[in-house]
Nanobody, 121 residues
């Protein structure tokens, strides 16, 4: 199983980025995005079930971040709008061979490498 995250970069406050996570070796899974800021623990951001139901783990991203998936392409996305300096972190995608997302963020079975999101003017 491999997860390949991409799409990070440098953006000004208020800007947007879209992260992608390409999955191979799994056909049935829930997938989430996590982030880790310097000196902090990794935290869950959003998860999407195998059928497309989203679960938010961070209240602060509601209305700004959207998670989606294209099962035909085996790829999940995180659309991030109105980015704030506190969103700056390394973002990771993680997948588990389960249909539904956990109610609370938990470590996933498989992880992709991180992609850096920097929010700065």
């Amino acid at each position: 199983v491999q997860l390949q995250a991409s799409g990070g970069g440098l953006v000004q406050p208020g800007g947007s980025l879209r992260l992608s996570c390409a999955v191979s070796g799994l056909d049935y899974y829930s997938i989430g995005w996590f982030r880790q800021a310097p000196g902090k623990e990794r935290e869950g951001v959003l998860c999407i079930s195998s059928t497309g139901r989203a679960t938010f783990y961070r209240h602060s991203v509601k209305g700004r971040f959207t998670i989606s998936r294209d099962n035909a392409k085996n790829t999940a996305y995180l659309q991030m709008n109105d980015l704030r300096p506190e969103d700056m972190a390394v973002y990771y995608c993680g997948a588990s061979p389960t249909s539904q997302c956990n109610t609370y963020a938990r470590p996933t079975t498989y992880w992709g490498q991180g992609t850096q999101v920097t929010v700065s003017s």
